[in-house]
């Protein structure tokens, strides 16, 4: 399970039910898919790996169904139902949380959006507490995708 580098990207592979899947930067189908299940979820401001997977609750096995592809395989040729099921019965709490982990190494650009929105958020504040004459919290609530 150790983490491989190719000439422009990196991926890790994990084996799950005695298949092995991999895990490498997302495509656009891929953050589009992550995008639409995300939708009304409220993931707490600096959550780790374990506030995601608390927030995410019932969602988590077709996120990572979305997440990882099975070894040889194309992301627009899964069946994510099927490997959702795959992965609720076949992924423990600490791999989960290790993928979850991975996914914001694997896939920089996402910690960067989670920290444009958390500045977003508080820009938000700051303006909503000028208006309105109060002072801004100390710290965002969380971020609603």
Same mark, same amino acid.
């Given at each position: 399970?150790?983490? *491989?580098?190719?000439?422009?990207?990196?991926?890790?592979?994990?084996?799950?039910?005695? *298949?092995?899947?991999?895990?490498?930067?997302?495509?656009?189908?891929?953050?589009?898919?992550?995008?639409? @299940?995300? *939708?009304?979820?409220?993931? &707490?401001?600096?959550?780790?790996?374990?506030?995601?997977?608390?927030?995410?609750?019932?969602?988590?096995?077709?996120?990572?169904?979305?997440?990882?592809?099975?070894?040889?395989?194309? &992301?627009?040729?899964?069946? @994510?139902?099927?490997?959702?099921?795959?992965?609720?019965?076949?992924?423990?709490?600490?791999?989960?949380?290790?993928?979850?982990?991975?996914?914001?190494?694997?896939?920089?650009?996402?910690?960067?959006?989670?920290?444009?929105?958390?500045?977003?958020?508080?820009?938000?504040?700051?303006?909503?507490?000028?208006?309105?004459?109060?002072?801004?919290?100390?710290? &965002?609530?969380?971020?609603?995708?």
């Amino acid at each position: 399970m150790g983490l *491989k580098e190719r000439s422009d990207m990196q991926e890790k592979t994990y084996e799950i039910n005695g *298949k092995t899947y991999v895990h490498r930067p997302q495509v656009l189908g891929q953050l589009k898919q992550l995008e639409e @299940l995300l *939708k009304g979820t409220n993931i &707490p401001a600096g959550a780790g790996a374990m506030g995601i997977v608390e927030a995410l609750g019932d969602k988590v096995p077709i996120a990572l169904a979305i997440i990882l592809t099975g070894q040889g395989k194309s &992301p627009q040729d899964k069946d @994510l139902e099927a490997l959702a099921a795959e992965m609720l019965w076949g992924v423990d709490l600490a791999q989960t949380m290790e993928i979850v982990d991975d996914f914001f190494s694997i896939n920089p650009l996402s910690s960067a959006f989670a920290k444009v929105v958390g500045m977003m958020e508080r820009f938000a504040e700051q303006v909503l507490a000028m208006q309105t004459g109060s002072s801004p919290s100390a710290s &965002p609530s969380g971020t609603e995708i």
